[in-house]
């Protein structure tokens, strides 16, 4: 996109003073910059879509060109936004899913619309931002790229570059919301104009909301409501809401009483959808929904009737469908069952392998055998396997105190143990200097199958799997790595590998790549920060490990 690096982009952004500094750093001649910005020709096209909850919503989508030196101009923004913990809508790695998880199981809730969000951002709040801190830009330069950005002097819902400008201008109402949160033991979180306090205590601060029992009606409190207005915004009362954890709490979409989850009308659609098109054919499924008004393609919406789009409506409604797997699949998990279960009712509808089920299912044999670990105390944690013929392992020093430590599978963090172990009840063997435990389980089940580490050479490829630092919600870290070395390392073996393993991993399985157990992983850095190269992260081979254990068996 650009001839410059990131970093000569972000010492350019801050250097900025005039037009031209503008056209330079976007790359294109002033010329073109000042039409694109003061030109009186109309550069965007109007229309509406429909909103879920009923409504529309006015987008006004620029011009090709014009989009284009907008997607630059947000590339560069992005660079030099340094986003707030509690922001997380239009921002890389954060979604719907990092927004709700935050509120996951607290005993009320608070949801917050902002009203008419991207028109109370216009030309004079955008450049009054670039140009004071900590952006400081020059106020030629400032007027540009505010004048670029907008549409009659308002942000556009619609151009590439309103989303991180959005972001931007909400910093500090991001600030002093994690404040007020904070002075009263709630958590705050921002998906662009939504807003969501949540608390385990009984009930909000009358600062924050006030929840009147007898008419039911909820009053946003005078300093939430004041730092709103300070920072130009206003709510919606119509989309606001209080819920506590004895009715459905949902956060951004996604329901949070528990554990993040889908909505159950969303799956019964799904089904319903899917019993259709085997029923009826997913061309006659299409048509239906098409009729409904449920299709936001215009074309396919015009042309539903005839005949020769038949294949286009076909091919368009697999997608659709897909993208409403992946999103049971992004909320609860790939190896979800109600994902896995209309993930293959789908691809026997298509006649293909869209998704890759058995690959899945095979994963999820495996993760049913890695576990997490913690003390009942809950101060230490690991992860560990269940191992063929032989029974729970891990690493020593994750066990090592005489604690009773809580085994956990993966599905059932926290809600049922697998079983309790303990160093002086029933670990069979270990080693402090080998590091590795293993523990009794007289429990059932189908184990992982041992492998053979003695045949492990340099440049082999295997996966590590394990629950570094797990919470509840957290899924489970997969690593494809390849062994780069063999060395001795407390008078023992370690093979380390070619990149960086998560810290807290400690215990955690290594397969090779029949799927096989080949070791147990030895440690992790402490962050990604860390070089490889200096620490002595990699894993202790199993033939070592069980040379050591048939030896006490003696």
Known sequence: ???????????????????????????????????????????????????????????????????????KLAYILEKVYE??????????????????????????????????????????????MLVNKPYQVGEEAARYIAQLACDKSILPQGAPSSPVITNMICKPLDNQLMSLAKKYNCIYSRYADDITFSTYSTRFNEDIVIKDEKSDKVIIGKELKKIIIRNGFDVNDDKTFFNSYITRQEVTGVIVNKKINVKREYIKNIRAILNKCEKDSIYETAKVYIKKGLCKNSNIEKNVNNANYKKIIIEWFKEVLKGKLNHIAFIRGRNDKIFLKYAEQFNKICEEEIFDIEKQKELNDILENVVIIESQDEDRQGSGFLLKNYGIITSYHVTEDNNFYNVYKYDSYKKEKYTIISNEINCLSGDYLIDYAIYENRKDGRYLELGDSNKLKIGDEVTIIGYPNFQKGDSYNIQKRRISGIKNFLGNILYTVDGTIC???SGGVVLDIFNKVVGIVKAGVENMETDENTVNQGFIPMHLVLEHYIQTKK
């Open 1 to 71: 996109m650009f001839k410059k690096s990131d970093m000569e982009i972000v010492e350019a952004f801050y250097k900025l003073q005039t037009g031209q500094d503008v056209a330079d750093m976007l790359e294109i001649n002033f010329k073109s910059l000042r039409y694109f910005a003061y030109g009186k020709n109309n550069k965007y096209m109007q229309f509406e879509i429909p909103k879920k909850k009923g409504g529309v919503r006015k987008i006004s989508a620029p011009v090709k060109e014009l989009k284009c030196l907008q997607k």
């Open 83 to 128: 986003p707030k913990m509690s922001a997380n809508g239009f921002i890389a790695g954060k979604s719907i899913k990092t927004n709700s998880i935050n509120h996951v199981k607290q005993r009320n809730l608070l949801n917050i619309d902002l009203k008419d969000f991207f028109s109370q951002i216009h030309f004079g709040r955008i450049k009054g």
């Open 503 to 505: 810290h807290g991993a």
